[in-house]
């Protein structure tokens, strides 16, 4: 088990001086205590009594088993973060309502550290049905924003974008400080509140915030010709090709079981001897090249970051102006991610189940792709541009409309979702008139 | 005999109808190959030299097909006459121009005059700086020559001047090879006036400024090998293996593709483009012709799958490594590390990408030039990493990854792929200077090659 790191311990402080309690809150207070520490797949029923000072035969008098309890900590944290949002949104104005929910989220990070990092982090690297329970929780949280809007006049100015992306992203923002131990989180409030304000429009003219598929455009030129893919068993008998590219072959074929498993059954019930037998090799060639599923899992992930990328830098580079480049862009990732279903959950759902390396590699492939916003400061001159965070805070919610679309079986529409995403990439730099117009004339020449 | 050429783009061409004296033998057959020049100048300078054939040349000309053939051997013996003539007719024009600037100004002094060039003989421009490079390996020569010829001028000029003046610090025939390519992309779009590029230019040479006894990458004179790039694919791209294995009808299908573009850019490495033929490929890839036709319209579309599996592959490995370090410096250098390792385990997919995409027509060297300016993507980073009063202009990318790819080339043609990595610290340079200046680049290329010293070491040990 790795060392404990002492931010961590003082996050989860305050959390550890209210242990008391009934012995049902003992065990959600030390689930929440174990998975902050030691992560979902750590967070085993003896760390979690352990952390509640209660014993195996209590726990399971309470709970089915550890997913049970997982959940039951998930909906506690949840009850908090969806009481404070609710009672922000309701002491504003409804034209404040997005605002002060991103302030609450905020302040809920700052006040709540332990309980934050849980819901907004942790949860993350549960299976299926805490990422439901997330995402619906998510949703919840947007449904009480939604709800002031309502009473919004149609002149009343509001952020147009769909509230479930963007609390979504300021959680998964927040998830990512919380896991450094950052504190000063409310120091955010000013550029995220401006970022959301770049998308304000009268509610009238809204068309952005509601996900309305257009048709599929056509397919991008920029996308491989074939797609990624293992190369071939090599047969029986003694190989006739020089020792390195049987390793790499092997190799190969290890990413690619890995990433179908991963994509199958979730990481949490993927394990070596089914990687192995799914790449048609013995398990022990999977340790001569591996420590553990993790490494396996990190460089199928690399892998297609590298791909993805590729094929965006493509894109980007046929446009002529920056919006036209991020159009471009956004249509090659989108309709590749749509076309690789395996490895679009493996980067957009699993990675945060693969460990504390994984969710890293996760952070800094979305920092990686704010490199093609940067040309948005000098294509818009005219305006100073949004600060510096709202191009993570795009990333992130463009990485949040994929997720909840990869996760959205049996059909995700993600490449027919273009317009929406080109829209949330620009607006913040040319303004919501001008980007809608250009994604009008876009839409128009197909 | 060489006759002396005057605007080889057609403009005297029709002054050359109407004399009223008849002309003496020589005399006649002067004009007519002259007219043959001109001929070929103005087709290839129009619409590109993969259109040109002699049938066309005659009737421009309004020659006959045995008074062509009394002079030259055949097209390319036509194109590179006329190359060759053209070039000195520039070269002139670049002497008086560098000769009126101060000597320190030489290389600004050399791209103003090609561009003035560019701007009063669009067809003869786009034939010198674009087209040149599509007519086969010894019209690449005399192109390289040229452009070689220039830079010695802007070099001479720096002879003359104390060792304290301020100077650019890159090699000055990699400049003109630069912006040569920039202005030939420019002219095949079509675009006029580019007058208006010249002061964009000239801050981006004057941002590599140094004094000139501090001069370190006028020359290309080779680097150390950088370490291995632990992100770097282990082995090189390669045809896909015989599996005994039974495969897919789709499986089967993109093994084959897979193996005709690898073959195509063997075949055009080893013979040239405009050599290599369908059924060398096929044979090569050991497939049946119909394979070939079942997947692509001709050579060309084959080649431009030569570029697009190159592009990604090395794009894919450049990223993978530019995101995996720190500061944006780190990260070019990473980034450049990762990219020449690729080219140099590479060489036929260079070779093919690189240098013989020009010979195969318009869509080819688009393909390319869009390809290279997508690497560009790594330096928008530049701009937020240290916020300059003087941001390099948009046009200093553009100029940037043409000199990247002007180094690359050279030295491809030069000594094959084999010590591109070695040119590393160069292209690093080219990159970093405009944006954090000469001196700052400087130090940071010393810390990155020791750091790849001891990198080397630790891995020796």
Redesign the interface.
């Known amino acids: 088990m790795a060392p404990r790191p002492t931010t961590k311990q003082s996050i989860n402080a305050a959390l550890q001086e209210r242990r008391e309690g009934t012995q049902r809150e003992r065990l959600l207070a030390g689930m929440i205590l174990a998975a902050n520490r030691y992560g979902y797949a750590g967070a085993t029923v003896s760390a979690v009594i352990g952390e509640a000072g209660v014993s195996s035969v209590t726990f399971y008098e309470i709970f089915d088993d550890k997913d049970d309890c997982f959940l039951a900590a998930a909906a506690l944290a949840h009850e908090r973060l969806l009481a404070s949002v609710a009672a922000a949104v309701e002491a504003h104005s409804p034209e404040r309502a997005a605002a002060a929910s991103i302030e609450a989220l905020l302040a809920f990070a700052a006040e709540e550290p332990a309980l934050a990092r849980f819901s907004m982090n942790e949860i993350l690297a549960g299976r299926s049905r805490a990422l439901d329970a997330r995402d619906a929780g998510i949703d919840e949280l947007a449904q009480t924003v939604e709800r002031a809007f309502e009473r919004v006049p149609s002149l009343g100015v509001i952020p147009e974008l769909p509230v479930g992306v963007m609390l979504g992203a300021v959680c998964r923002l927040l998830a990512a400080r919380l896991r450094r131990g950052e504190r000063g989180l409310r120091a955010m409030s000013g550029d995220l509140l401006g970022w959301s304000k770049s998308y304000a429009r009268p509610a009238g003219k809204h068309r952005w915030r509601a996900f309305t598929p257009a048709s599929s455009p056509a397919r991008s030129p920029h996308l ?4 990624l ?1 293992p ?7 003694r190989p006739r ?1 020089p020792a ?2 049987v ?3 092997q190799r190969q074929r290890i990413l690619f079981a890995t990433a179908k498993v991963v994509a199958q059954r979730g990481f949490n019930a993927t394990t070596i001897g089914e990687i192995a037998k799914l790449a048609g090799l013995d398990a022990r060639v999977f340790s001569r090249l591996f420590a553990d599923p993790q490494e396996a899992f990190a460089a199928i992930h ?1 892998l297609g ?3 993805l ?3 965006c ?2 894109a ?3 446009g002529s102006i920056w919006p036209e480049r991020v159009w471009e862009a956004l249509r090659a990732v989108t309709q590749s991610v749509q076309g690789d279903p395996t490895l679009a959950r493996v980067a957009f759902v699993e990675a945060h189940a693969a460990g504390a390396g994984a969710i890293q590699r996760v952070e ?2 979305r ?2 792709f704010t ?2 916003l ?2 948005g ?2 294509h818009a001159q005219q305006h100073a541009g949004p600060p ?1 965070l709202a191009l993570e805070a795009i990333v992130t919610a463009v990485f949040e409309v994929i997720y909840r679309q990869v996760r959205a079986a049996p059909a995700p529409e993600i490449d027919r979702l273009l317009p929406h995403l080109t829209h949330l990439c620009l607006t913040p730099f040319i303004g919501p008139d001008e980007s809608e117009r250009f994604i009008e004339e876009k839409l128009r020449r197909r | 005999m060489r006759v002396s050429f005057g605007p080889l783009d057609g403009q005297n061409l029709r002054n050359t109808g109407g004399d009223a004296a008849a002309p003496t033998a020589p005399a006649l057959a002067d004009k007519r190959r002259h007219a043959l020049l001109c001929a070929m100048v103005e087709l290839a300078g129009q619409r590109g030299y993969a259109s040109v054939t002699v049938a066309r040349v005659l009737a421009r000309a309004n020659v006959s097909r045995s008074a062509f053939y009394k002079h030259f051997a055949g097209r390319d013996d036509c194109f590179l006459a006329a190359l060759t003539a053209l070039q000195q007719t520039l070269l002139a024009q670049l002497e008086q121009a560098v000769a009126s600037q101060a000597p320190e100004h030489a290389a600004r002094a050399a791209v103003g005059a090609l561009l003035a060039f560019a701007d009063s003989r669009p067809a003869a421009a786009r034939f010198l700086m674009s087209e040149a490079l599509a007519g086969g390996r010894a019209a690449l020569d005399a192109r390289d020559q040229g452009v070689d010829e220039i830079g010695r001028l802007v070099a001479d000029r720096y002879q003359r001047i104390p060792t304290t003046t301020i100077v650019p610090d890159l090699p000055p025939a990699i400049v003109i090879g630069a912006v040569q390519r920039l202005l030939g992309a420019r002219l095949r779009r079509g675009v006029r006036e580019h007058g208006a590029l010249l002061d964009d230019l000239v801050g981006w040479i004057d941002s590599y400024g140094m004094p000139l006894q501090e001069l370190r990458w006028s020359t290309r004179a080779l680097g150390p090998k950088p370490a291995r790039s632990p ?1 770097q ?3 090189p791209l ?1 045809a ?2 015989r ?3 039974q ?1 897919s009808a789709t ?1 089967r299908a ?1 093994d084959q ?2 193996r005709i573009v690898l073959a195509t850019a063997e075949v055009v490495r080893r013979e040239g483009y405009r050599a290599a033929t369908v059924a060398r490929i096929v044979e090569l890839a050991g497939l049946h012709r119909r394979a070939f036709y079942e997947l692509f319209a001709d050579k060309e579309q084959a080649l431009m ?1 030569v570029q ?2 190159s ?2 592959r090395a ?3 450049t ?2 490594a530019f ?1 995996s370090a720190g500061s944006w410096p780190e990260r070019v250098w990473r980034a450049g590390r990762t990219f020449t390792r690729f080219l140099e385990q590479n060489p036929t997919l260079a070779r093919a990408s690189l240098i013989e995409s020009h010979a195969a027509g318009h869509a080819a060297v688009k393909g390319l030039e ?2 290279n ?6 330096l ?2 530049g ?2 990493h240290e916020p300059r009063l003087n941001e390099p202009p ?1 046009l200093a990318l553009v100029a940037i990854a043409a000199t990247n790819l002007e180094t690359v080339y050279r030295q491809t043609r030069s000594c094959g792929n084999a010590a591109i990595t070695r040119l590393l610290p160069h292209l690093t340079y080219i990159c970093l200077g405009p944006f954090l200046g000469s001196a700052k680049a400087n130090s940071l290329i010393d810390s990155q090659l020791e750091g790849e010293d001891e990198f080397a070491q630790r891995i020796k040990a």
């Open positions: 491989p010709a074939t797609a893919r190369p071939p068993a090599l047969g029986p008998g090709i390195d590219e390793a790499e072959n690399q970051f590298q791909e990328v590729a094929s830098a493509g980007y580079s046929a800094d492939t920092t990686a490199i093609f940067y040309e400061y000098r510096r | 992100l694919p282990r082995v390669a896909p293996a599996t005994r294995v495969l499986r993109e593709r897979q799958a697009e599996l592009f990604r794009m894919a490995a990223a993978g995101f869009d390809r300016l997508a690497f560009t993507i790594f928008q980073e701009y937020q948009e």
